[in-house]
């Protein structure tokens, strides 16, 4: 379901998107899975950015449960969508720290927001 919402959100579709991701959040939820709300919010968070609705609310809360698991990779992807909600360049720059931490690649779309904000460096920046 959550994938599905992803896919209805890049297509535009927001009714539907944001209807698949909270019937996978309340499945998710329900079980009890943090490890799939922590997923599913990280999604809720990039379909409302690619649909123009508030996205800063899921990001946050992806980033709270991943900080609790000590989950840094989910950590850092949601400092950076915290920081594409809101424009807070100290969220790209945690974001940052973690990502190069890891070796991960997305260090360097982080760095290229950091260095050049007015450009978008993204999918992300170039849906909304």
């Excluded at 009890?32 to 990039?46: N, P």
């Excluded at 800063?56 to 969508?81: C, K, S, T, V, W």
């Excluded at 920081?83 to 720290?97: E, F, V, Y």
Aim: hydrophobic residues 45%.
């Amino acid at each position: 379901l959550n994938n599905l919402g992803l896919t209805e959100g890049r297509f535009g579709r927001s009714s539907s998107a944001l209807e698949y991701h909270e019937r996978a959040l309340a499945m998710a939820r329900g079980a009890g899975s943090t490890a799939a709300e922590r997923g599913i919010l990280l999604g809720i968070g990039e379909t409302s950015l690619r649909i123009g609705a508030p996205a800063e609310a899921p990001f946050r809360l992806a980033r709270d449960l991943a900080r609790a698991g000590r989950f840094r990779m989910q950590e850092a992807l949601a400092l950076d969508g915290i920081a594409h909600a809101t424009g807070d360049r100290s969220a790209w720059r945690a974001a940052l720290t973690i990502f190069a931490e890891l070796g991960a690649p997305q260090a360097a779309v982080v760095r290229a927001h950091l260095d050049d904000p007015g450009t978008p460096h993204c999918d992300l920046c170039r849906s909304g």
